[in-house]
T-cell receptor, first 111, second 114 residues
Framework: KQEVTQIPAALSVPEGENLVLNCSFTDSAIYNLQWFRQDPGKGLTSLLLIQSSQREQTSGRLNASLDKSSGRSTLYIAASQPGDSATYLCAVNPDYGQFYFGTGTSLTVIP | EAGVAQSPRYKIIEKRQSVAFWCNPISGHATLYWYQQILGQGPKLLIQFQNNGVVDDSQLPKDRFSAERLKGVDSTLKIQPAKLEDSAVYLC????????????FGPGTRLTVT
Protein backbone atom coordinates (compact mmCIF):
# COMPACT_ATOMS: atom_id res chain seq x y z
CA LYS A 1 0.00 0.00 0.00
CA GLN A 2 1.20 3.49 -0.84
CA GLU A 3 2.40 5.56 2.14
CA VAL A 4 2.65 9.33 1.79
CA THR A 5 4.66 11.46 4.21
CA GLN A 6 4.86 15.23 4.50
CA ILE A 7 7.60 16.91 6.50
CA PRO A 8 7.55 19.24 8.33
CA ALA A 9 4.11 18.98 9.90
CA ALA A 10 4.15 22.73 10.57
CA LEU A 11 6.17 25.63 9.21
CA SER A 12 6.25 29.31 10.12
CA VAL A 13 8.00 31.86 7.90
CA PRO A 14 8.16 35.66 7.60
CA GLU A 15 6.35 37.28 4.72
CA GLY A 16 8.35 37.48 1.50
CA GLU A 17 10.39 34.35 2.12
CA ASN A 18 10.64 31.60 -0.48
CA LEU A 19 9.82 28.16 0.91
CA VAL A 20 9.71 24.49 -0.01
CA LEU A 21 7.23 21.88 1.17
CA ASN A 22 8.15 18.22 0.90
CA CYS A 23 6.16 15.12 0.03
CA SER A 24 7.57 11.59 -0.13
CA PHE A 25 5.88 8.36 -1.20
CA THR A 26 6.89 4.72 -0.91
CA ASP A 27 5.86 3.30 -4.29
CA SER A 28 7.33 5.02 -7.34
CA ALA A 29 4.78 3.43 -9.70
CA ILE A 30 2.40 6.37 -9.70
CA TYR A 31 0.02 7.75 -12.32
CA ASN A 32 0.04 11.33 -11.04
CA LEU A 33 0.48 13.53 -7.96
CA GLN A 34 -1.71 16.43 -6.92
CA TRP A 35 -1.05 19.28 -4.48
CA PHE A 36 -3.93 20.83 -2.56
CA ARG A 37 -4.48 23.69 -0.19
CA GLN A 38 -6.96 23.45 2.71
CA ASP A 39 -8.11 26.46 4.70
CA PRO A 40 -9.56 25.92 8.20
CA GLY A 41 -13.09 24.52 8.02
CA LYS A 42 -13.01 24.35 4.24
CA GLY A 43 -12.66 21.73 1.54
CA LEU A 44 -9.55 21.13 -0.55
CA THR A 45 -8.53 23.45 -3.36
CA SER A 46 -6.48 21.95 -6.18
CA LEU A 47 -3.20 23.77 -6.76
CA LEU A 48 -1.21 21.68 -9.22
CA LEU A 49 -1.36 18.21 -10.75
CA ILE A 50 1.77 16.54 -12.14
CA GLN A 51 1.40 13.55 -14.39
CA SER A 52 3.95 10.73 -14.12
CA SER A 53 5.56 11.72 -17.43
CA GLN A 54 6.15 15.30 -16.23
CA ARG A 55 8.96 16.69 -14.06
CA GLU A 56 7.30 19.89 -12.91
CA GLN A 57 4.28 22.17 -13.13
CA THR A 58 4.01 25.89 -12.47
CA SER A 59 1.13 28.17 -11.58
CA GLY A 60 1.88 31.75 -10.62
CA ARG A 61 4.13 31.76 -7.55
CA LEU A 62 3.84 27.97 -7.17
CA ASN A 63 6.12 25.36 -8.70
CA ALA A 64 5.75 21.64 -8.07
CA SER A 65 8.38 19.10 -9.04
CA LEU A 66 8.23 15.32 -9.21
CA ASP A 67 11.05 12.78 -8.96
CA LYS A 68 9.41 9.36 -9.24
CA SER A 69 12.65 7.40 -8.91
CA SER A 70 13.35 8.85 -5.47
CA GLY A 71 9.69 8.97 -4.43
CA ARG A 72 9.65 12.71 -3.84
CA SER A 73 7.75 15.83 -4.78
CA THR A 74 8.32 19.40 -3.67
CA LEU A 75 6.06 22.43 -3.72
CA TYR A 76 7.98 25.69 -4.02
CA ILE A 77 6.20 28.90 -2.99
CA ALA A 78 7.92 32.11 -4.02
CA ALA A 79 7.60 35.40 -2.15
CA SER A 80 5.21 34.05 0.48
CA GLN A 81 2.24 36.15 1.59
CA PRO A 82 0.00 35.98 4.70
CA GLY A 83 -2.79 34.75 2.41
CA ASP A 84 -0.73 31.64 1.72
CA SER A 85 -1.30 30.50 5.31
CA ALA A 86 -3.13 27.17 5.10
CA THR A 87 -2.51 23.44 5.25
CA TYR A 88 -0.91 21.99 2.14
CA LEU A 89 -1.63 18.38 1.24
CA CYS A 90 -0.12 16.16 -1.41
CA ALA A 91 -1.94 13.16 -2.84
CA VAL A 92 -0.50 10.33 -4.90
CA ASN A 93 -2.47 8.36 -7.46
CA PRO A 94 -0.92 4.90 -7.97
CA ASP A 95 -3.43 4.01 -10.69
CA TYR A 96 -6.48 5.62 -12.14
CA GLY A 97 -8.74 7.38 -9.65
CA GLN A 98 -7.52 6.25 -6.22
CA PHE A 99 -5.55 8.90 -4.28
CA TYR A 100 -3.50 8.44 -1.12
CA PHE A 101 -3.04 11.60 0.95
CA GLY A 102 -0.30 12.78 3.27
CA THR A 103 -1.18 14.38 6.61
CA GLY A 104 -0.25 17.83 5.37
CA THR A 105 2.05 20.72 6.26
CA SER A 106 0.47 23.60 8.17
CA LEU A 107 2.00 26.83 6.86
CA THR A 108 1.86 30.17 8.68
CA VAL A 109 3.22 33.26 6.94
CA ILE A 110 3.90 36.03 9.44
CA PRO A 111 3.28 39.61 8.25
CA GLU B 1 -18.81 26.52 -13.84
CA ALA B 2 -20.40 25.43 -10.58
CA GLY B 3 -18.20 23.46 -8.18
CA VAL B 4 -18.97 20.36 -6.15
CA ALA B 5 -21.94 20.97 -3.85
CA GLN B 6 -22.46 19.27 -0.50
CA SER B 7 -25.10 19.46 2.20
CA PRO B 8 -25.50 19.86 5.04
CA ARG B 9 -22.37 21.77 6.01
CA TYR B 10 -22.63 20.81 9.67
CA LYS B 11 -24.42 18.04 11.53
CA ILE B 12 -24.54 17.08 15.20
CA ILE B 13 -26.12 13.76 16.18
CA GLU B 14 -26.06 11.38 19.10
CA LYS B 15 -24.38 8.01 18.85
CA ARG B 16 -26.55 5.25 17.42
CA GLN B 17 -28.53 7.77 15.35
CA SER B 18 -28.43 7.81 11.57
CA VAL B 19 -27.28 10.58 9.24
CA ALA B 20 -27.11 11.17 5.50
CA PHE B 21 -24.91 13.45 3.40
CA TRP B 22 -25.60 14.63 -0.13
CA CYS B 23 -23.20 15.50 -2.94
CA ASN B 24 -23.70 16.95 -6.40
CA PRO B 25 -20.54 16.74 -8.54
CA ILE B 26 -19.33 19.09 -11.24
CA SER B 27 -21.44 18.71 -14.37
CA GLY B 28 -19.94 16.12 -16.70
CA HIS B 29 -17.74 14.48 -14.07
CA ALA B 30 -18.39 10.76 -14.22
CA THR B 31 -16.20 9.85 -11.26
CA LEU B 32 -17.28 10.69 -7.71
CA TYR B 33 -15.39 10.09 -4.46
CA TRP B 34 -16.35 10.18 -0.79
CA TYR B 35 -13.55 10.80 1.72
CA GLN B 36 -13.43 10.85 5.50
CA GLN B 37 -11.03 13.36 7.08
CA ILE B 38 -10.38 13.02 10.80
CA LEU B 39 -8.90 16.07 12.51
CA GLY B 40 -5.15 16.32 11.89
CA GLN B 41 -5.12 13.64 9.20
CA GLY B 42 -5.28 13.55 5.44
CA PRO B 43 -8.49 12.46 3.71
CA LYS B 44 -9.12 8.71 3.47
CA LEU B 45 -11.08 7.34 0.53
CA LEU B 46 -14.32 5.62 1.54
CA ILE B 47 -15.85 4.88 -1.84
CA GLN B 48 -15.33 5.73 -5.51
CA PHE B 49 -18.04 5.65 -8.18
CA GLN B 50 -17.70 5.68 -11.95
CA ASN B 51 -21.10 6.77 -13.23
CA ASN B 52 -23.42 4.76 -10.96
CA GLY B 53 -21.07 1.78 -10.48
CA VAL B 54 -18.72 1.24 -7.53
CA VAL B 55 -15.02 1.18 -8.45
CA ASP B 56 -13.51 0.92 -4.96
CA ASP B 57 -15.20 0.57 -1.57
CA SER B 58 -12.46 -1.38 0.18
CA GLN B 59 -12.19 1.11 3.06
CA LEU B 60 -15.92 1.63 3.58
CA PRO B 61 -17.15 0.18 6.92
CA LYS B 62 -20.00 -1.66 5.28
CA ASP B 63 -21.65 -2.70 8.53
CA ARG B 64 -22.66 0.92 9.16
CA PHE B 65 -21.84 2.99 6.06
CA SER B 66 -23.65 2.86 2.74
CA ALA B 67 -23.51 5.00 -0.38
CA GLU B 68 -25.39 5.21 -3.62
CA ARG B 69 -25.20 7.21 -6.79
CA LEU B 70 -28.48 7.05 -8.62
CA LYS B 71 -28.51 7.97 -12.30
CA GLY B 72 -24.75 8.60 -12.21
CA VAL B 73 -25.04 12.16 -10.90
CA ASP B 74 -25.92 12.97 -7.25
CA SER B 75 -24.71 10.74 -4.46
CA THR B 76 -25.74 10.06 -0.87
CA LEU B 77 -23.56 8.69 1.92
CA LYS B 78 -25.33 7.27 4.97
CA ILE B 79 -24.15 6.22 8.40
CA GLN B 80 -26.39 4.00 10.52
CA PRO B 81 -25.84 3.69 13.44
CA ALA B 82 -23.24 6.37 14.10
CA LYS B 83 -20.36 5.91 16.54
CA LEU B 84 -18.27 8.51 18.34
CA GLU B 85 -15.29 7.71 16.10
CA ASP B 86 -17.31 8.73 13.03
CA SER B 87 -16.85 12.38 14.03
CA ALA B 88 -14.98 13.82 11.05
CA VAL B 89 -15.33 15.92 7.94
CA TYR B 90 -16.89 14.06 5.02
CA LEU B 91 -15.61 15.32 1.71
CA CYS B 92 -16.99 14.70 -1.73
CA UNK B 93 -14.85 15.09 -4.85
CA UNK B 94 -15.34 14.54 -8.55
CA UNK B 95 -13.19 14.16 -11.65
CA UNK B 96 -13.54 13.45 -15.32
CA UNK B 97 -13.67 9.74 -16.17
CA UNK B 98 -10.63 9.91 -18.44
CA UNK B 99 -7.17 10.96 -17.23
CA UNK B 100 -5.44 12.83 -15.70
CA UNK B 101 -8.11 12.47 -12.94
CA UNK B 102 -7.61 15.88 -11.35
CA UNK B 103 -9.94 15.91 -8.34
CA UNK B 104 -12.14 18.81 -7.33
CA PHE B 105 -13.52 18.91 -3.81
CA GLY B 106 -16.67 20.24 -2.22
CA PRO B 107 -16.70 22.22 1.05
CA GLY B 108 -17.33 19.12 3.17
CA THR B 109 -19.77 18.20 5.92
CA ARG B 110 -18.51 18.39 9.49
CA LEU B 111 -20.11 15.62 11.54
CA THR B 112 -20.02 15.61 15.32
CA VAL B 113 -21.26 12.49 17.10
CA THR B 114 -21.97 12.98 20.83
Amino acid sequence: KQEVTQIPAALSVPEGENLVLNCSFTDSAIYNLQWFRQDPGKGLTSLLLIQSSQREQTSGRLNASLDKSSGRSTLYIAASQPGDSATYLCAVNPDYGQFYFGTGTSLTVIP
Amino acid sequence: EAGVAQSPRYKIIEKRQSVAFWCNPISGHATLYWYQQILGQGPKLLIQFQNNGVVDDSQLPKDRFSAERLKGVDSTLKIQPAKLEDSAVYLCASSLAGGPFEQYFGPGTRLTVT
